[in-house]
């Protein structure tokens, strides 16, 4: 079973930075994309960015500037630099990944997110 691992959240001061980190583990025969998404208190999940196999970006306008995603392909891992942090970017982080895993002889579909990190901005 393929499986996510987050890290890096934590709380910063507005105007600081925080880099977060997913790792995905487990019988994966290819990655399709991977993204960050996020949901406040008391809000839906909303997609922050994603990036695809063939490193293609996109971001949410609330972050577009301020944010960067990107992967390191040989550890199956993406990562968000998050810039310019405004209280209202607290949340809870979630990774998501999508792709094919080993099953028996062949593939199958896989769509699994991360348990999430909390990401407090606050003075």
């Known amino acids: 079973q393929v499986q996510l691992v987050e890290s890096g959240g934590g709380m910063v001061q507005p105007g600081g930075s925080l880099r977060l980190s997913c790792a995905a583990s487990?019988?994966?025969?290819?990655?399709?994309?991977m993204g960050w998404h996020r949901q406040a208190t008391g809000k839906q999940r909303e997609l922050v960015a994603h990036i695809s196999h063939e490193g293609g970006t996109n971001y949410a306008d609330f972050v577009k500037g301020r944010f960067t995603i990107s992967r390191d392909l040989a550890y199956n891992t993406v990562y968000l630099q998050m810039d310019g942090l405004k209280p209202e970017d607290t949340a809870v982080y979630y990774c998501n990944a999508a792709g094919l895993a080993w099953h028996g002889l062949g593939a199958t579909e896989y769509d699994v997110w991360g348990r999430g990190t909390q990401v407090t901005v606050s003075s």
């Open positions: 487990g019988p994966i025969f290819s990655i399709s994309g």
